[in-house]
């Protein structure tokens, strides 16, 4: 089974900087995911990869396939970013796999 | 699409009733998953299917849980008996084989 490691747990940042959100995983995959979930509980698919960098509007998802290691950023912050944010890779490294989850980051993104 | 609906959304019962959960998965999806989130342990999968097959059910809890998916549009996750360490929020996603998954809104359980 594959372990998930995420940081930080909690992050409290101004309005306007830029967030890194940290994931590291112990087997190797074929993709990993980014879930966003909101104080309302629904959970997003923000991203999908596999190799490199996605974008999308101020989010920006990398990975290092070789070091076992994501990152998760958000330029420009602003508080309807607040949410937690939860990386998930496959249960056993296949691509058709149920996921296994980080513990999340819980980001506050204050005025 | 309406997206995975799952019901209900919330369940309240006492210790020992059955409960039944229920998930209508994206059409053209083949694959669906069912997921248990609690603050103690976070989310965690219970089971998957491909092709309406069930191929991995390690993270069912125990015998007290069972899934089933009759047929592609249609599935359930049934706690009998329930205890009050089954409350919980349920969550049903769906995806293409390979693709992201798409969540369900989930079903707040509740064991008294």
């Known amino acids: 089974k594959n372990e998930v490691e995420q940081s930080p747990q909690n992050l409290t940042a101004q309005e306007g900087e830029f967030i890194t959100i940290n994931c590291s995983y112990s087997?190797?995959?074929?993709?990993l995911h980014w879930l966003q979930q909101h104080p309302g509980g629904g959970i997003v698919s923000l991203f999908m990869l596999s190799s490199g960098k996605k974008k999308h509007g101020r989010l920006i998802a990398t990975i290092n396939i070789q070091e076992k290691h994501s990152s998760l950023h958000i330029t420009a912050s602003h508080p309807r970013d607040s949410a937690v944010y939860i990386c998930?890779?496959?249960?056993?490294?296949?691509?058709?796999?149920?996921?296994?989850f980080g513990k999340g980051t819980h980001l506050i993104i204050q005025p | 699409d309406a997206g995975v609906i799952q019901s209900p959304r919330h369940e309240v019962t006492e210790m020992g009733q059955e409960v039944t959960l229920r998930c209508k998965p994206i059409?053209?999806?083949?694959?669906l998953f069912w997921y248990r989130q609690t603050m103690m342990r976070g989310l965690e999968l219970l089971i998957y299917f491909n092709n309406n097959v069930p191929i991995d059910d390690s993270g069912m809890p125990e015998d007290r849980f069972s899934a089933k998916m009759p047929n592609a549009s249609f599935s359930t996750l049934k706690i009998q008996p329930s205890e009050p360490r089954d409350s919980a929020v349920y969550f049903c996603?769906?995806?293409?084989?390979?693709?992201?998954?798409?969540f369900g809104p989930g079903t707040r359980l509740t064991v008294l």
């Open positions: 059409s053209g999806h083949n694959s």
């Open positions: 998930a890779v496959p249960f056993s490294g296949g691509g058709a796999d149920g996921l296994t």
């Open positions: 087997v190797g995959i074929s993709a």
């Open positions: 996603a769906s995806s293409q084989t390979t693709d992201k998954q798409y």
